[in-house]
């Protein structure tokens, strides 16, 4: 059996959510190039700073559509599955049985771009799966959806 990308994509709205998330590190790191400039100039040439210009600058805009073509989801009656990712992807399956904890949060940008996250706490090592760039409405519905499902269902969630 072939493993499969997930049925649902995140809302397109996720882009500009991490559109700013990427712009907020660029002004971190920027602001500590120019710290380190401005106490120890490290005599870089002209085109070195362009092109480090262009490269934050890309990261900006090339990683939140990256991200957003990766970012998939899906729930089935069985198990809920998503895929992450945009350096490296990773597709985990958390089945509903194993369930614990369904949460929703929302972000100062997110509530602003009208999205939501959901996370799905197992007892997995890996770490709880997490669905980022939802839209709020949807989100909340998921919510209710899952804890609904992995509660009819028979297991321990261990």
Known sequence: ?????????????????????????????????????WVSPLDLPWWAWVLLGVALASYVVVVPQWRYLVHRWEVTDTAVYTQTGWWARERRIAPMSRIQTVDHAEGALARLLGLATVTVTTASAAGALEIAGLDAVRARQLVDELTLKADAVEGDAT
């Open 1 to 37: 059996m072939n493993l499969r990308e997930p049925a649902q994509q995140v809302s397109a709205r996720a882009r500009w959510l991490w559109a700013g998330g990427a712009l907020a590190q660029v002004v971190v790191a920027a602001g500590a190039l120019v710290v380190v400039e």
